[in-house]
């Protein structure tokens, strides 16, 4: 299963979208179900709107949370992708 | 009270071109004359939405049977539902796949009856499984959230790997493979269709090879028959705790059977709320919770996790709604499932030779018919 490329443009597959927001909570309605998106992987779904490229999302998350270590945002966003892609949650 | 019917299933009609063997609409089918009217429909889905509900799932008989079904699925997802399309694909064309897509639909569930024709037609009772390739091709090239529901069985089995390779040339994102379950019209026609243990044991292998094959591709969901499974299912997530049905007349139900169990009340939705039917109705509050239990689910461990198993499989067998699901091997009317496997496993079926479908005549069938 292949990582999101730099200039790729993730974001939710066909039949996924955010549900409405309620009590605060981001879920994230698919075709059995719903998924709850907290903390990181919730920031980092947030920025998957299929105009952002990787690098893009990489950057901005890195001065979301004013860290350094650029190679751990990145290979931990793209885990997090590539896992939902494995689920057809999103598309890159 | 914390229960939310996470998922409504609205059986919009029970007409359907098709008369599948094994169809799990009730065999008291509802007539056309009675069906909800689109406003009443538009109601139901706003009244569920209200209620928590997060997906709306458009189902019959055939859905698309009904002339405003684009103006339903608008309705459905302008409550704020998330719209799934359960449909056999007949009396789908390419525009009418565009203006329901466009009308906000998010999940299409396309069901085929086997990989191959001849077997699939004699399941369904007509000539459609051409046309349903036809179809699978056409939505492929939408954006939508494309599942492919086959059912499987005591004819077609053997013949899993087939099966999954022709879903694999339609390219859904999800193929979902049920065994039959025996309610509505699969009741009578159980000596058919029941697999024997070997096949079902052979099935969960073939499985588990596909879905390692296919990882990432398409993702394989699978239901084994609850008869050889020695627990219950928690059937719908337990009664009264996730969903509601309303059936085409506008009868709440708990699920899709439960209209064969006596003395129940249904109310209706054009006589009540939904909230008051959720909340307050006799009959969505009977087997709520565990207080109508008996032993032994009464005091088993496993109460909270299958709930005494399915009310209406325990009525269909026992005659009796109260008694624990005859499919847990803890019940004290187990021997009812015992028996019928049994019958289904007679030494010659372990040679594999179970009868292929196109030895059985038609007429040893019972057919699901059409409402007047």
Redesign the interface.
């Known amino acids: 299963m292949a990582i999101p490329e730099d200039d790729s443009r993730p974001r939710l597959a066909p039949g996924c979208r955010w549900a409405e927001a309620s009590n605060g909570e981001r879920t994230v309605l698919v075709p059995e179900g719903a998924i709850v998106v907290k903390g990181t992987g919730r920031d980092i779904l947030e920025h998957c709107d299929g105009q952002r490229t990787f690098a893009e999302i990489v950057q901005e998350l890195q001065s979301l949370y004013t860290l350094t270590d650029v190679q751990k945002i990145r290979k931990e966003a793209s885990n997090f992708l590539e896992q939902l892609r494995e689920k057809r949650i999103v598309d890159f | 009270m914390s229960f939310v019917p ?1 998922a409504l299933i609205a059986e919009l009609t029970h007409r359907c071109p098709l008369h599948c063997v094994y169809c799990s609409n009730p065999v008291e089918l509802q007539k056309s004359a009675l069906e909800l009217s689109t406003d009443e429909w538009q109601q139901v889905f706003r009244g569920a939405a209200g209620l928590g509900t ?2 709306a799932h458009l189902t019959g008989g055939e859905p698309l049977a009904r002339q405003d079904i684009v103006e339903l699925v608008a309705g459905a997802r302008s409550a ?1 539902l ?1 719209t ?1 399309l359960i449909t056999s694909g007949i009396g789908l064309s390419e525009k009418k796949l565009e203006d329901i897509l466009a009308a906000g639909l ?2 299409i569930q396309l069901s085929f009856q086997d990989s191959r024709e001849e077997a699939a037609n004699a399941i369904a009772g007509a000539r459609t499984h051409g046309l349903k390739v036809e179809l699978a091709r056409l939505i492929r090239k939408q ?5 492919m529901n086959i059912v499987v069985h005591r004819g077609n089995l053997d013949r899993l790997d087939e099966i999954i390779e022709f879903a694999e040339q339609l390219q859904p ?2 193929l979902e493979i049920a065994n039959v379950q025996y309610y509505g019209w699969a009741l009578p026609n159980r000596d058919a269709l029941l697999p024997t243990r070997a096949q079902v044991e052979n099935s969960v292998l073939t499985i588990a090879k596909a879905q390692e094959r296919l ?2 591709k398409m ?1 394989i969901d699978y239901v084994v028959p609850d008869y050889y499974a020695r627990y219950p299912k928690a059937c719908m997530g337990g009664w009264g705790r996730r969903l509601m049905l309303i059936d085409p007349a506008g009868r709440a139900l708990p699920c899709h059977a439960a209209g064969v169990i006596p003395g129940l009340h249904f109310p209706n939705v054009r006589e009540r709320s939904l909230e008051w039917i959720w909340r307050e109705s006799a009959v969505f509050n009977k087997f709520r919770g565990e207080d109508w239990m008996m032993e032994p689910c009464r005091t088993c461990d496993r109460r909270s996790e299958d709930y005494g198993g399915c009310r209406c499989q325990a009525f269909l067998l026992t005659g009796d709604a109260m008694a624990t699901d005859p499919v847990c091997s803890l019940a004290p009317q187990h021997a009812l499932i015992e028996n019928q496997l049994q019958k289904n496993n007679l030494p010659a079926d372990d040679s594999g030779s179970t009868q292929p479908l196109r030895e059985r005549a038609n007429s040893a069938w019972t057919y699901r018919v059409n409402p007047t």
Not at chain 2, 143 to 147: E, G, M
């Open positions: 996470l997060l997906h704020g998330y799934n998010e999940h954006r939508v959230a494309f599942t994102d999800r990882r990432g993702r």
